[in-house]
């Protein structure tokens, strides 16, 4: 288990599943017309995702402006998410 966080494995693994939900969830509401709206599941999915791999610049020591780059893009797809939900879940 030692190996899968200092080679930054376990989160390529963890990536993988997350690309799984997304397709999971799409097909789910392409083919029901219910659940998530597709806009705010992948930005949310995608800030997921580059805090993550962020996580993992940080666990093999890439340079500090990598993990800010990945931080930086969650950021914007957070934005993104929240963006897409203004208005829409007002009752």
């Keep these: 288990m ?3 966080f200092e080679s930054g494995v376990v989160v390529v693994i963890i ?8 397709i999971v ?3 789910f509401q392409k083919k ?6 597709a806009v ?3 930005a949310n999915l995608v800030a997921g995702g580059c805090l993550m791999l962020a996580i993992r610049s940080a666990l093999l020591d ?3 402006t990598w993990t800010g780059a990945f931080m930086a893009m969650a950021l914007l797809a957070h934005l993104i998410d929240f963006g897409s939900r203004i208005g829409r879940d007002t009752g």
């Design 40 to 42: 705010p599941m992948l």
């Design 62 to 64: 890439h340079p500090w």
């Design 32 to 37: 029901t017309g219910r659940g998530i709206a």
């Design 2 to 4: 030692e190996a899968l």
């Design 15 to 22: 990536l993988i599943l997350v690309a799984i939900e997304a």
């Design 25 to 27: 969830l799409l097909v």
